[in-house]
């Protein structure tokens, strides 16, 4: 017999935009990283965050999604999605790990958003 899947309840996107200060903290922390960003992504995988990479022919933009499973030590009981944009896919993942991990510590209980404009990334 199988398992049932354990669901979350819908609780939304995080809709987490980047400020001035935040995107060169992450030009910063991006140089930095370099090959250990991909360490990072896949350490979310393996704490159980469902990926998604999306392409929008309309604006030429990649779109990186982190969504949280039951599993997830991400600290929230209701399903999120965290997600990044950026016109190269391996910069939008890494902004995504960068939120995930700096700015959010690996946890979404505490996340308030933000009012801030949307611009070519972030």
């Known amino acids: ?4 899947k354990e669901a979350l309840p819908w609780g939304g996107y995080l809709n987490m935009r980047l400020t001035e200060e935040q995107k060169r903290q992450f030009q910063l922390w991006y140089e930095q990283m370099k090959d250990d960003v991909w360490e990072l992504f ?3 995988l393996m704490e ?4 998604s990479l999306t ?5 030429d933009t990649y779109t990186a999604c982190l969504t949280n499973s039951p ?3 991400c600290g929230v009981t209701s ?3 965290l997600s990044a944009f950026a016109q190269d896919w391996r ?4 902004i995504l790990i960068f939120k995930h991990y700096q700015l ?3 946890t979404w209980e505490n996340f308030r958003p933000s009012r801030t404009v949307q611009d070519n990334f972030g």
């Open 71 to 73: 599993r997830c030590p």
């Open 79 to 81: 399903l999120y999605v």
């Open 48 to 51: 159980g965050m469902k990926f």
């Open 55 to 59: 392409y929008d022919s309309n604006t």
């Open 104 to 106: 959010l510590g690996g």
């Open 91 to 94: 910069i939008a993942t890494a």
């Open 1 to 4: 017999m199988r398992k049932k």
């Open 42 to 44: 896949l350490q979310s």
